[in-house]
């Protein structure tokens, strides 16, 4: 059973930053790509960026690419998203991610573990 918690959401400025912590309990954390996905208000859950288990590939949404970046740390069980150059259209909730492959995937249906969700709201 893998455990997943976010944190770091927030309401900030457009063009502020945030960074988002993801923990892992559980499972082989090393191993497990891990992606970031995002959900606002009447909309389809969407991919954000993911990272292999070894964190040697990441991949983004066309959306965020520049802006933000996925890192991991795997000594801490943790992985992260910084967020620069917010915009008000980066308002969802942010959901944390993982899988028990170490590929990096961009689908929903590649995940089987879910963390409960971070609001970033982003003000204009």
């Known amino acids: 059973q893998v455990q997943l918690v976010e944190s770091g959401g927030g309401l900030v400025q457009a063009g502020g930053s945030l960074r988002l912590s993801c923990a892992a309990s559980?499972?082989?954390?090393?191993?497990?790509?891990m992606a970031w996905f995002r959900q606002a208000p009447g909309k389809e859950r969407e991919f954000v960026a993911a990272?292999?288990?070894?964190?040697?590939?990441?991949k983004y949404a066309d959306s965020v690419k520049g802006r933000f970046t996925i890192s991991r740390d795997n000594a801490k069980n943790t992985v992260y998203l910084q967020m620069n150059s917010l915009k008000p259209e980066d308002t969802a909730v942010h959901y944390c991610?993982?899988?028990?492959?170490?590929?990096?995937?961009?689908?929903?249906?590649?995940?089987?573990?879910w963390g409960q969700g971070t609001q970033v709201t982003v003000s204009s």
């Open positions: 559980g499972r082989t954390f090393s191993s497990a790509a």
């Open positions: 990272i292999s288990g070894s964190g040697g590939v990441t």
């Open positions: 991610a993982g899988r028990s492959g170490s590929s990096a995937y961009t689908g929903t249906n590649s995940y089987g573990y």
